[in-house]
């Protein structure tokens, strides 16, 4: 079992979004590496998109999502602005007010989540047609990350490709990971146990909270 870590003392790194929250997670002999930042993954082309924007007990959740399944959500945020900024991205994609079962199950279950529930949300279906091969790769060996453990970026490597050396790619697709919470990269950190950054407007103390709810029986 790889049990939850506490963050470094000075661990206050925070960055803007989370879109850039795994900016300096990545390792090279066994230190933590910046990694450039582009932008967060491409959306799926000519799909429909349909948003919501609710309140959990951590703050206010943005989601969006065609009819093959999520394309983006927020980390839990301060107030229902600044999560629909994290998402802000499909407000240029094809929108629809048709219903989508889709986001009432995510709704739901992440309300419940964010609650303290023990609830699967790999049963939310994502659509990942617009990533690369190996970014798809990581991000569902991500997704099965058992709740309360936590895995390196060598380990999500060695997953994506079979070359654990090859952690520089592994944390670039967790930097640009449109779905966090449902693709758990807060579960993924530097081999020497440090959580380093994470993003949205709450930053690292999200991050040890999210780990210290889903280590709580």
């Known amino acids: ?35 450039p930042l582009n932008r967060i993954s491409p959306m799926p082309n000519n799909t429909p998109i ?11 959740i943005a989601i969006a999502a ?9 980390l839990p945020e301060p107030t229902p602005q600044s999560a629909d900024e994290a998402i802000a991205d499909t407000t240029n994609a094809s929108s629809t007010d048709s ?11 992440l309300t419940r989540y964010c609650n303290g529930e023990d609830v699967d949300l790999d049963d ?10 190996y970014t798809q790769r ?3 060996a991500c997704r099965t ?3 309360g453990q ?4 060598a380990w999500l490597a060695q997953e994506a490709s079979g070359n654990p050396n090859s952690a520089r790619a592994a944390g670039r697709a967790m930097a640009t990971n449109p779905i966090p919470i449902i693709i758990p990269c807060h579960r993924v950190i530097a081999s020497n146990g440090n959580l380093q950054g994470f993003g949205g407007t709450i930053g690292l103390p999200l991050k040890q909270k999210l780990l210290q709810l889903e280590a709580t029986p």
């Open 1 to 35: 079992m790889h049990p939850v870590v506490a963050p470094r003392p000075n661990g206050e790194d925070r960055y803007p979004c989370h879109l850039s929250h795994h900016a300096q997670d990545v390792e090279k002999d066994g230190q933590p590496q910046p990694i």
């Open 50 to 60: 349909s948003t919501t924007t609710f309140p959990t007990p951590l703050g206010w």
């Open 66 to 74: 065609n009819n093959r399944g999520i394309v983006r959500t927020s």
């Open 138 to 140: 990581a991000r569902a």
């Open 99 to 109: 219903p989508n079962p889709v986001l009432t199950q995510a709704e739901d279950l």
């Open 124 to 133: 939310i279906p994502i659509d990942d047609t617009a990533w690369t091969p």
């Open 145 to 147: 990350i058992p709740r």
């Open 150 to 153: 936590t895995r390196t970026y």
